[in-house]
């Protein structure tokens, strides 16, 4: 919540020194700012969400909230980057004279805001993925103070005024670098992906060396959020084994996948002699 505070008055801070100074730069980062107050009010609402219990009408409950409010920011960054771009070669070819002095003191105080806000939001970010999209917002937006900075200094001892939109498309492309690769992640699980840092090729070779199994097949593997992964799949065995053998298998496959693939929620159909399809992949 200080977080959201912080930037809802930067924000007001920067739309009203943008217009006076003219400086398209203070305002990208006012927009910028903007989008950091939506995306953390979203990340809020998604943590609370993720919170609540299952049910009978929500058996995973809200546990894909937070991925929902990351593709969501990282999306909002990229949009947002590129009107910069165009507005930033627009102003590049009509340059305007620009008040540096309040641009200056301006992205101080957005450096300082967000600066904090960085700090209280780094150690969730390092575990959680839609903490991490609102990490990533408001670091990007203290580096694009940083760079509004500069550039009201260059604008004021030197009168480049041209640096206003070079900077603005900077920060743009940036903006598109760092949003691109959250996006990704977040697409990749709501899409039910495997996980690219799980080799199912692995998985099927690791489970064969139990000597009761004979193969392991239609397989499906996908995160539920960032802290679950599941494998689903039917497992052939060379014996028609009692409930009691299939515990004790059972046990041993959902140590190895575990251990070796990080994988915690197992959900295996045993098979003896079934005339179905034993590909890997199977398609439902």
């Given amino acids: 919540m200080i977080s959201i505070l912080l930037n809802i008055v930067i924000t007001a801070a920067q739309v009203v020194g943008g217009l006076i100074s003219g400086s398209l730069s203070l305002l990208s980062d006012a927009l910028h700012n903007f989008s950091d107050v939506l995306s953390l009010i979203i990340s809020f609402i998604a943590n609370k969400l993720s919170s609540k219990e299952a049910s009978v009408s929500k058996t995973f409950g809200y546990k894909r909230a937070e991925i929902i409010a990351a593709f969501i920011n990282a999306a909002s960054l990229i949009v947002i980057a590129v009107l910069l771009i165009k507005e930033a070669v627009h102003r590049f070819l009509n340059p305007q004279t620009i008040d540096s002095t309040l641009v200056i003191w301006l992205a101080v105080l957005a450096i300082v805001g967000n600066g904090f806000s960085v700090l209280l939001m780094k150690a969730d970010s390092k575990t959680n993925m839609n903490m991490r999209s609102a990490y990533l ?10 760079a509004v900075l500069i550039g009201g200094l260059l604008m004021k001892y030197y ?8 900077l603005t498309a900077g920060i743009a492309i940036y903006l598109i670098v760092v949003g691109y690769d959250l996006l990704k992640s977040s697409f990749n699980v709501l899409m039910l992906f495997t996980p690219h840092d799980i080799v199912i090729k692995d998985i099927v070779e690791t489970v064969c060396k139990i000597k009761e199994v004979k193969n392991i097949h239609h397989i499906h593997i996908w995160q539920l959020n960032e802290l679950e992964v599941h494998l689903e799949a039917h497992v052939e065995f060379y014996e028609n084994i009692s409930l009691s053998e299939f515990d004790a298998v059972l046990t041993k496959i959902e140590k190895v996948a575990n251990d070796e693939f990080n994988i915690n929620h197992i959900n295996i159909q045993p098979e003896f002699n079934r005339k179905d399809p034993k590909d890997i992949i199977v398609q439902d």
């Fill in 137 to 146: 917002h408001l670091f990007t937006d203290m580096l694009a103070s940083v």
């Fill in 159 to 166: 009168q480049l005024y041209w640096v206003d939109s070079v």
